[in-house]
Structure formats: C-alpha cells, structure tokens
C-alpha cells in the first residue's frame, strides 16, 4: 500500500500567486482531511470530506481558501491568492470511516508550503 | 470547547532511560484519546488509541498510555528509550468515529546518548 500520497512535497511561491496542494488517499478509504501545522497554532483540521462530499470546513481560515475532492481518489487545496502567513505544513490524511470506532487517520508526509 | 494540553515543549531523555510524556484534555462527552509520532519531514503515525476498556492501554514501538478520567489526563511512557524514538508526539481528542481530532501542540522528544 503506497499510503497517502501528497505532492509537491515543497512549494515555495510569492505572494499573490495561486497554490494548489494535491492529496490521493489510501484506496478505498471514504472519508479525507486536510490540516494545517504552524509552530504558533499546531496542528489544526481545516476539512474534512466523506465519501467526496465537504461535511465540515469550518477550519478554513477564510475565503481564499478552497478544497475540493472530486472523486474518491483525489483532493486538492487551493489558495488564491496566497500570503506570507499562509506558510505552513499543509497535511492530508485519510480514513474508512465504518460504524464501529476504529476509524484511524492515516497520514501523508505533508506539503511544506513557503509565501514569500 | 474541547482542546489538549500537552505542557512540555521539549524534553531531553538519555538512551535507556524511561519516557513520560504529559497530556491534559478537557472534553465535554466520552473522549476518544490518541498518541501520534511524528519524525522529521514526515507525516503522523498512530502510536495508541483509547476509548473504551482498560485504562492502560499498549501500543506500537513499546508505548504505552494510561488514562486517567479523574487527572483528566493520557500520558505516554515507554520504560527504556532508543535514539530512535527521537521525533515529536502529539496528543489528540476527539469524538466517536475520530473524525473532528484537536491536537495537542506536541512534545519533542530528544535522546541523549
């Protein structure tokens, strides 16, 4: 199993500039998230979709960004436009969500995102 | 409003030595509680979970967590610490079905020769 998979692995833009961020979950996993990791704030869940449909994002810090999952083997995170405090370590993470309580998350190395 | 307390920020253990790594919790229902590793440059790893059962609970690379509702508290520990273990651990809350997790800010774990 090639567990999550999120590319790029580093991004470096200028402010201003559009920055999408891409996450393919482990296959057959239904449900997929997408933190954020900055040394003031943690580890912070910014979405979280079940099978492909957003059920809570009201962890985005704002309009600028957006995610997307548009079928069940891909998610992006955009932001438009991006700022310097947008810099962070950008986590994607999925699950099979069932009805019983071992619904671990698995994680993917991260996007080191830098706004210049 | 739930959150987790993980109130060291570094801690330094020499090779061998036992681990104790503190963590706090305020939840409103029945938490489900979770150790992640993290080494560097990569994602997290589960070490543990707990939500139900016997309040000590075993996990992957010989940790172990107990619960305790009463301190309101998840500490990990690990008897005899490898250079390996050296890396960031996070504790986390979260509900029955673990979707909404909040994380602890992490403790990083350095080991001393």
């Known amino acids: 199993d090639a567990g999550v998979i999120q590319s790029p692995r580093h991004e470096v833009t200028e402010m201003g500039q559009e920055v999408t961020l891409r996450c393919k979950p482990i296959?057959?996993?239904?449900?997929l998230f997408w933190y954020r990791q900055t040394m003031m704030r943690g580890l912070e869940l910014l979405i979280y979709?079940?099978?492909?449909?957003?059920?809570?994002d009201s962890g985005m810090p704002e309009d600028r960004f957006s995610a997307k999952m548009p079928n069940a083997s891909f998610s992006t995170l955009k932001i438009q436009p991006s700022e310097p405090r947008d810099s962070a370590v950008y986590f994607c993470?999925?699950?099979?969500?069932?009805?019983?309580?071992?619904?671990?998350?698995?994680f993917g190395p991260g996007t080191r995102l830098t706004v210049l | 409003a739930q959150s987790v307390t993980q109130p060291d920020i570094h801690i330094t253990v020499s090779e061998g030595a036992s681990l104790e790594l503190r963590c706090n919790y305020s939840?409103?229902?029945?938490?489900?509680l979770f150790w992640y590793v993290q080494s560097p440059g990569q994602g997290l790893q589960l070490l543990l979970k707990?939500?139900?059962?016997?309040?000590l609970v075993q996990g992957i690379k010989g940790f172990e967590a107990e619960f305790k509702r009463s301190q309101s508290s998840f500490n990990l520990r690990k008897p005899s610490v490898h250079w390996s273990d050296a890396a960031e651990y996070f504790c986390?809350?979260?509900?029955?079905?673990?979707?909404?997790?909040?994380f602890g800010t992490g403790t990083r774990l350095l080991v001393s020769p």
């Open positions: 993470a999925s699950s099979l969500t069932s009805g019983n309580d071992d619904n671990e998350q698995f």
């Open positions: 296959s057959g996993h239904n449900s």
């Open positions: 979709f079940n099978n492909n449909v957003p059920i809570d």
């Open positions: 939840y409103g229902a029945t938490p489900y």
């Open positions: 707990y939500f139900s059962g016997d309040t």
């Open positions: 986390a809350v979260g509900p029955r079905g673990f979707q909404k997790l909040v």
